[in-house]
C-alpha cells in the first residue's frame, strides 16, 4: 500500500507540474530587441539529469494570438520546461500567456509521457536558457543556528 501512495503521488507531481512559486526570484538569462527572458531560480530543481524551472518571456510589443490564447494577443509567456543537458535538448511542459495587462489568455498543458524533448537549436535564445540552467551551482547548505 505504501508503494501505490508513493507511486500515485509521483504520477500526480509529474502530470501537474508546480504552480509558479510565491517566492519568485527571476533572474534574467538574455535580451534581444523583441524578448526578455528570465528563468526562476526558485523553482529550479533536478531530477534524474534533467533540470525542471520555470521561464518568463517577456516581449515588447503584443504578439499575435494563437490558438492556445484562442487567437487573442499575448504579450509574456512563463514555461515550465524540461531541460536534458547532456543531450542538450528541452520540452515545454506548461505554458502561461499573459496579456499586457497580466491577465492569463491561455494555458497549456503538456502529458510528459508523450511531450517529446527536442534538441535546442544553436544561437537561438533558447540556448541561452539552456545555458544558464544547465551551468554547474554550488549545492545549497543549511545555515547553522
Not at 527571476?26 to 520555470?54: C, E, F, M, R
Not at 498543458?109 to 544547465?134: Q, W
Request: net charge positive; aromatic share 12%.
Amino acid at each position: 500500500m505504501k508503494y501505490l501512495v508513493l507511486a500515485l503521488g509521483t504520477l500526480a507531481a509529474i502530470c501537474h507540474p508546480p504552480e509558479i512559486a510565491a517566492a519568485e526570484r527571476w533572474v534574467a538569462v538574455t535580451q534581444t530587441d523583441k524578448v526578455s527572458v528570465y528563468t526562476d531560480t526558485q523553482s529550479l530543481t533536478v531530477k534524474d539529469g534533467i533540470v525542471h524551472v520555470w521561464e518568463k518571456w517577456e516581449y515588447v510589443a503584443d504578439r499575435p494570438g494563437i490558438a492556445a490564447t484562442g487567437h487573442r494577443p499575448y504579450r509574456s509567456v512563463r514555461f515550465f520546461t524540461y531541460y536534458n543537458c547532456v543531450e542538450r535538448a528541452s520540452a515545454e511542459m506548461q505554458s502561461v500567456y499573459y496579456d499586457a495587462s497580466g491577465e492569463v489568455v491561455g494555458k497549456v498543458t503538456e502529458d510528459p509521457r508523450y511531450a517529446p524533448l527536442t534538441y535546442v537549436v544553436p544561437g537561438l535564445v533558447s540556448e541561452s536558457t539552456l545555458n544558464f540552467v544547465c551551468k554547474p551551482r554550488a549545492p545549497k547548505t543549511k545555515k547553522r543556528s
